[in-house]
């Protein structure tokens, strides 16, 4: 499995459990090129092949991350190819799950993730990778992704510490993590007015959240995943 020119693995942002492993790598769009699938043994998908160079270098990515974590744990079969559910979410091979996020910035310079366990060790596993918003963006966007809960938490707790585009980014990456975890296991799609993150802990590296329940918009259950803030990206993870 070759690449090594294209991609540069670096150290994913969380000390996961020894029964999680991960791969991630940074890579840059304008040192793509098609002969890097073959070379690196993934299948090119047919709607792929007259994509931009941006879709395939991204695509690239996450399933070369999702290759190398697969194979810390067993054979994987060459040409790789990890097919996709009618709700997107990728079909892992029998007896595993896994998560898979990518991003690119304008620049051209991309990071993706993977991670992946056994299912008899978790049945939940999500990852997110965002680049961090300008202020300008996050205010765009911020009534689609913050409730008035995030952004009490925000003005309480977290404006001292964190710019609004890297709390809405924050925000915006976890619950991505909140939905690719629940909508692969219950196949229930879910809007971001119902998660709400309830605490950010600078130290541990975690935030707690709920999901609310989509009628009474209340919920009992709280949950805690992890983040990590650089000067240019926000992970977030959740494992369960």
Not at 16 to 41: H, M, R, W
């Amino acid at each position: 499995m070759s690449g090594s020119t294209f991609f540069k693995t670096v150290q994913t942002p969380f000390n996961f459990p020894k029964d999680i492993v991960s791969c991630t790598v940074n890579f840059q769009v304008a040192d793509f090129k098609d002969s890097l699938y073959e070379d690196c043994g993934i299948v090119l998908p047919t709607k792929l092949k007259e994509a931009a160079p941006t879709r395939k270098a991204d695509f690239l990515a996450g399933r070369y991350c999702a290759l190398q974590a697969l194979s810390q744990l067993g054979n994987v079969g060459i040409p790789f190819q990890l097919p996709v559910s009618d709700n997107r979410h990728p079909i892992w091979p029998e007896g595993l799950t896994g998560s898979i996020t990518h991003t690119i910035d304008r620049e051209g310079s991309g990071v993706a993730s993977a991670i992946v366990s056994r299912v008899s060790d978790y049945s939940r596993l999500a990852i997110d990778v965002e680049k961090v918003m300008t202020l300008e963006a996050a205010e765009k966007v911020q009534r689609k992704i913050l409730i008035p809960a995030d952004v009490e938490l925000y003005q309480k707790k977290c404006s001292q510490t964190w710019t609004f585009g890297e709390f809405t980014t924050l925000v915006f990456s976890a619950k991505e993590s909140i939905f690719k975890s629940s909508q692969a296991y219950t196949g229930i799609y879910l809007d971001f007015s119902e998660a709400q993150i309830t605490e950010l802990d600078e130290v541990k590296k975690t935030f707690g959240f709920k999901i609310l329940d989509r009628f009474k918009k209340r919920s009992h259950h709280h949950f805690i995943g992890h983040f990590n803030k650089s000067e240019k990206h926000v992970h977030t993870t959740i494992c369960y």
